[in-house]
């Protein structure tokens, strides 16, 4: 039940992520919105390559990056125990999900991602809600790691089932 509800809240995350980027299509092409004047504003921009502009013109690469990137967590998420103390670990795993999947329709259809979120103030490079998704997750990820989970609660992935040559039984 709680996979069919992640199932559910990816979904969600991916639709959101890809409705604005149509709202940045739509109306952000024809003129920028600001939304705190030389601070903040809704520029619409497409970008070719990954973050900050590396790997311009590296479709192709980028689509096989993400695919992998996407391949590995929910490889893992299937990996994790069912156990209440992995829930954060899980909702990180969705949200790092949802994002490559976001960029990766965009530069599977378009050949480019849709960026439309700017900080003006420090030129910051422009980003969209999957990148935000990704960057906020990996820093929730940091710091699990580093606060909540030690070394022994990932010991479930170097498990592997032996099986005992006197009884054919399966060991853990």
Not at 43 to 50: D, I, M, P, R, V
Not at 112 to 119: E, P, R
Not at 131 to 141: E, M, P
Request: positive net charge.
């Amino acid at each position: 039940m709680k996979k069919l509800r992640h199932l559910l809240y990816l979904i969600i995350l991916i639709a959101l992520d890809q409705l604005t980027k149509y709202f940045a299509v739509t109306q952000l092409k024809k003129e920028p919105i600001t939304i705190i004047p030389n601070v903040f504003k809704l520029l619409y921009h497409e970008n070719t390559g990954a973050v900050w502009g590396i790997l311009s013109n590296q479709t192709g690469l980028l689509i096989v990056f993400s695919s992998i990137i996407m391949i590995a967590m929910v490889f893992f998420y299937f990996k994790i125990p069912d156990n209440k103390r992995y829930n954060f670990l899980r909702i990180v795993l969705v949200f790092i999900t949802a994002g490559a999947i976001g960029n990766l329709i965009d530069r599977i259809f378009r050949k480019y991602v849709v960026d439309f979120l700017y900080f003006e103030l420090i030129d910051f490079p422009i980003f969209n809600v999957a990148d935000c998704y990704v960057t906020v997750a990996s820093i929730a990820l940091i710091i699990l790691f580093i606060f909540y989970y030690k070394d022994e609660d990932f010991e479930f992935l170097n498990k592997k089932k032996k099986v005992s040559k006197s009884d054919g039984m399966k060991n853990e």
